[in-house]
């Protein structure tokens, strides 16, 4: 029950944080679209596996090469696999601008696409069947884009501020539309790292450079099966 009621509270604090942000996210998005460009083009000898996310995926109030995205790309060069991995999370992202910046990501092939998003509309209250529907629309882009790219949808849950109805459909969004979508499912990104100040920045919801180094450890099974499959 501490745990929960932490989390709770350190998500609050997480959708404030994101909020006060708003006023800078145009010149972001502008730097982040550039700087995800140059890496697709600079990377296209190799097989991509393309991170699209919010600040957790950006690896917000750390170096780059901390990032989560950035662990993989170490795990992955330490088979010897002929992947790139490029970080297009972008902080403040909510499932319907993610929707509206994903095409100029898609202009290069994407042979990976790990989806990380729907935090910030579960905190903004956003009505549930808006986010299954913009993430399914993204999935959807995805396949018709390239029927070949492998599909990962990382989970998320949300404290139980909007009321337990709210936060168990929110939490069931991801589970439900990876299996009809038959994509591969992280259940829960934050596992063993929401709620523990030791492992998060003062915000109180921003992995540190140790949480983020759990996170990449929870997700690369998953993406490692994808890889060697």
């Not at 790219?149 to 991801?174: C, H, K, V, W």
Request: charged share 25%; aromatic share 6%.
């Amino acid at each position: 029950m501490r745990t929960l009621l932490r989390f709770s509270y350190l998500l609050i604090i997480f959708f404030t944080s994101c909020g006060n942000m708003a006023t800078k996210k145009a010149d972001a998005e502008g730097k982040n679209e550039n700087a995800v460009e140059n890496k697709l083009e600079t990377k296209s000898e190799s097989k991509v596996i393309l991170f699209f996310g919010n600040s957790l995926t950006a690896g917000m109030g750390l170096d780059p090469n901390e990032a989560f995205p950035a662990l993989i790309q170490e795990k992955v060069d330490s088979l010897q696999l002929a992947y790139k991995v490029v970080n297009a999370g972008l902080s403040g992202e909510t499932t319907a601008s993610g929707k509206n910046r994903l095409g100029w990501v898609l202009n290069s092939d994407i042979d990976v696409f790990v989806l990380e998003l729907g935090a910030n509309d579960g905190l903004r209250g956003i009505s549930l069947e808006e986010t299954r529907r913009n993430l399914q629309e993204i999935i959807d882009v995805v396949k018709q884009k390239n029927p070949n790219t492998t599909i990962i949808l990382a989970g998320m849950q949300i404290p139980p501020n909007m009321g337990q109805d709210y936060t168990s459909e929110f939490r069931d969004i991801f589970p439900d539309l990876a299996k009809k979508n038959k994509i591969g499912l992280i259940p829960f990104l934050l596992e063993d790292v929401a709620g523990n100040p030791e492992l998060n920045q003062p915000d109180g919801i921003h992995p540190t450079a140790e949480g983020q180094k759990i996170i990449a450890n929870n997700i690369w099974p998953i993406i490692a099966k994808t890889l060697t499959e």
